[in-house]
Antibody, heavy 125, light 110 residues
Framework: QVYLQESGPGLVKSSGTLSLTCTVSGAYIRSYNWWSWVRQSPGQGLEWIGEVHHSGSTNYNPSLESRVTISVDKSRNQFSLRMNSVTAADTAVYYC???????????????????WGPGTTVIVS | QSLLTQPPSASGTPGQRVTISCSGTSSSLELNSIYWYQRLPGMVPKLLISKTSQRPSGVPDRFSASKSGTSGSLAIDGLRSEDEGDYFCAAWDDSVSGWVFGGGTKLTVL
């Protein structure tokens, strides 16, 4: 069974930096899968923030890319999110999730975000 | 701003069939699969449908989905009170190399 757990401060000052870590258990982060961050602001829908591969490759939501860095720590089986210059609009529940993929020959198969952490609330004040 | 468009709400009575639509763009839904997530009250989002029509293990066959061109839909047969919650569509968008979500549809079981 794969488990993901977010950790980090629940309160961040406006204009400061939000830092969260996701610890993966039950699976190696050194897999073909990618590892994502998603958030849900109060009264809003899900917003994909970005993702990282164990190789260090990343993809980001263009609307957040200038403020976001996602990194991986293979030795600790963790990946992390840093978001700078936060404002009240960044107040949200932040989830980490596994972006399950498989490679069959030259083709990548995307299975979706199949395992999610419980989420952590971050308030920017 | 959601790049996939869903109706904000849907409703039905127990036992009914309900459908939720999702429209996208040529770089998202037309080229790639659609995915559906269910978020029940107080719960974590759950992958409901993978690769347009595949149900992950444990998802009842009351849930089905399809896609045509730049539009997709989720159907729930035999609606139950425990289905009440938010449903989100998603797709990989080649133009941004990332996932895009719909704004979500709040399903109410009357």
């Amino acid at each position: 069974q794969v488990y993901l757990q977010e950790s980090g401060p629940g309160l961040v000052k406006s204009s400061g930096t939000l830092s969260l870590t996701c610890t993966v258990s039950g699976a190696y982060i050194r897999s073909y899968n990618w590892w994502s961050w998603v958030r849900q602001s109060p009264g809003q829908g899900l917003e994909w923030i970005g993702e990282v591969h164990h190789s260090g490759s990343t993809n980001y939501n263009p609307s957040l890319e200038s403020r976001v860095t996602i990194s991986v720590d293979k030795s600790r089986n963790q990946f992390s999110l840093r978001m700078n210059s936060v404002t009240a609009a960044d107040t949200a529940v932040y989830y980490c999730a596994r972006d399950k993929r498989e490679q069959m020959g030259p083709i990548d198969y995307y299975y979706g975000l199949d395992v999610w952490g419980p989420g952590t609330t971050v308030i920017v004040s | 701003q959601s790049l996939l468009t869903q109706p904000p709400s849907a409703s039905g009575t127990p036992g009914q069939r309900v459908t939720i639509s999702c429209s996208g763009t040529s770089s998202s839904l037309e080229l790639n699969s659609i995915y559906w997530y269910q978020r029940l009250p107080g719960m974590v989002p759950k992958l409901l449908i993978s690769k347009t029509s595949q149900r992950p293990s444990g998802v009842p066959d009351r849930f089905s989905a399809s896609k045509s061109g730049t539009s997709g839909s989720l159907a729930i047969d035999g609606l139950r009170s425990e289905d009440e919650g938010d449903y989100f569509c998603a797709a990989w968008d080649d133009s941004v190399s990332g996932w895009v979500f719909g704004g979500g549809t709040k399903l109410t079981v009357l």
